[in-house]
């Protein structure tokens, strides 16, 4: 008779590494993470962001490390990173939040502006995954957990995304490059794209009834994602039920991206 072996999506004796965490996406996935049984780093521009999600995530009994870092300054990745090291002894899953965005056609983009979007969402992501993806080969393996976005694939009338679309659709392209080269090091690299979520980031833009509007109207649930919505998905696949997937971007958008 066959044996099964049910998957675990839990994460007790892990050591997450979450960028972007002192606010949106970033602080509901650390806090998904920590809930779910893992230890926690948590990262953000601002060491006080950070503390402020380290002391709500202490709640749940993990141990957690707050640090500040740029995530588009190399120097600042190796420090980061070698303090998460020392602290824990390993990195067992990095999630690339951190990300940032203009709101502005095209055609007034500044160069200054395209640089502050492509350094945090492309440049961040692909060398805070280099970085750390060194530990893990050490220690043996890992999980690296990409956030893009639906703009990475689609476009809507009247909402200029150029810069930002353009970096999330090269996360979900490098998800698949990472995914084929850390294969053999036992590294999963897959990505989640969110759509449209109640965070900083776009809240110029669900605070507009117009735009809430246009953009309910083109997503089939009807609604805007809430944190469990993200928390979900990241931590399934931070845990070892994903294990048979690597290279794949799971959106989760409410349905925007299938119109």
Same mark, same amino acid.
């Given at each position: 008779?066959?044996?099964?072996?049910?998957?675990?999506?839990?994460?007790?004796?892990?050591?997450?590494?979450?960028?972007?965490?002192?606010?949106?996406?970033?602080?509901?996935?650390?806090?998904?993470?920590?809930?779910?049984?893992?230890?926690?780093?948590?990262?953000?521009?601002?060491?006080?962001?950070?503390?402020?999600?380290?002391?709500?995530?202490?709640?749940?009994?993990?141990?957690?490390?707050?640090?500040?870092?740029?995530?588009? *300054?190399?120097?600042?990745?190796?420090?980061?990173?070698?303090?998460?090291?020392?602290?824990?002894?390993?990195?067992?899953?990095?999630?690339?939040?951190?990300?940032?965005?203009?709101?502005?056609?095209?055609? *007034?983009?500044?160069?200054?502006?395209?640089?502050?979007?492509?350094?945090? !969402?492309?440049?961040?992501?692909?060398?805070?995954?280099?970085?750390?993806?060194?530990?893990?080969?050490?220690?043996?393996?890992?999980?690296?957990?990409?956030?893009?976005?639906?703009?990475?694939?689609?476009?809507?009338?009247?909402?200029?995304?150029?810069?930002?679309?353009?970096?999330?659709?090269?996360?979900?392209?490098?998800?698949?490059?990472?995914?084929?080269?850390?294969?053999?090091?036992?590294?999963?690299? !897959?990505?989640?794209?969110?759509?449209?979520?109640?965070?900083?980031?776009?809240? *110029?833009?669900?605070?507009?009834?117009?735009?809430?509007?246009?953009?309910?109207?083109?997503?089939?649930?009807?609604?805007?994602?809430?944190?469990?919505?993200?928390?979900?998905?990241?931590?399934?696949?931070?845990?070892?039920?994903?294990?048979?997937?690597?290279?794949?971007?799971?959106?989760?958008?409410?349905?925007?991206?299938?119109?």
């Amino acid at each position: 008779m066959e044996q099964m072996q049910f998957p675990k999506m839990r994460l007790d004796g892990h050591i997450a590494l979450v960028t972007g965490a002192s606010r949106g996406l970033g602080r509901w996935i650390a806090l998904g993470m920590a809930n779910a049984g893992s230890d926690v780093v948590v990262v953000s521009r601002s060491l006080q962001g950070s503390e402020q999600t380290a002391q709500e995530i202490s709640k749940h009994g993990v141990d957690v490390l707050p640090l500040a870092a740029d995530v588009g *300054d190399i120097d600042a990745i190796e420090r980061m990173v070698g303090q998460a090291v020392e602290h824990f002894g390993r990195i067992d899953c990095l999630v690339n939040n951190a990300g940032v965005n203009v709101h502005k056609p095209m055609i *007034d983009v500044t160069p200054e502006e395209f640089d502050f979007v492509s350094r945090v !969402n492309f440049r961040g992501v692909y060398f805070t995954s280099q970085i750390v993806a060194k530990q893990m080969i050490a220690k043996g393996g890992g999980r690296i957990v990409n956030i893009a976005s639906s703009a990475g694939l689609l476009l809507r009338p009247e909402i200029p995304n150029s810069v930002y679309a353009g970096t999330k659709a090269a996360v979900i392209m490098l998800t698949k490059a990472f995914a084929e080269e850390l294969a053999p090091h036992h590294i999963n690299v !897959n990505a989640v794209a969110p759509g449209y979520f109640a965070t900083p980031l776009v809240k *110029d833009r669900i605070g507009d009834p117009a735009l809430l509007k246009n953009i309910l109207s083109l997503t089939p649930l009807k609604h805007i994602g809430s944190p469990k919505d993200i928390i979900g998905p990241v931590v399934f696949l931070a845990s070892e039920a994903s294990q048979f997937m690597t290279g794949q971007t799971i959106f989760v958008d409410g349905g925007r991206s299938i119109i």
